[in-house]
């Protein structure tokens, strides 16, 4: 994981696992990041290839998180098959998913 600081914004690259055995150490570095910033707390996912049921209790627990920070959380860079877990658990509803210019166009 890479925190990079934005006028506005902090973006955190995110690895490839978000899963049982990586959500405790990543859960208190974004918990970190959304205590020490202020605007968006943006998550790149672009190399992210597998996460699990914790993974995404990190998603969501970062994302109220920032709510009580009066922050938001955005999903960027989402591959399809991780957009596609977000839409079976209906998170894609929830979290804030960044829409390439791409797809809007």
Avoid: C, F, W, Y
């Amino acid at each position: 994981m890479r925190v990079r600081g934005k006028p506005g914004a902090q973006v955190v690259r995110i690895g490839s696992r978000l899963d049982a055995g990586t959500s405790a150490g990543l859960r208190t570095r974004l918990h970190d990041a959304v205590d020490s910033g202020t605007g968006d707390l943006v998550l790149d996912l672009s190399k992210l290839e597998m996460i699990d049921a914790t993974g995404l209790g990190v998603l969501v627990g970062t994302h109220r998180r920032a709510l009580a920070a009066e922050r938001r959380l955005v999903l960027r860079r989402v591959p399809p098959r991780i957009m596609r877990v977000l839409a079976v658990t209906r998170l894609n509803r929830v979290l804030h998913v960044e829409v390439p210019a791409a797809a809007v166009a």
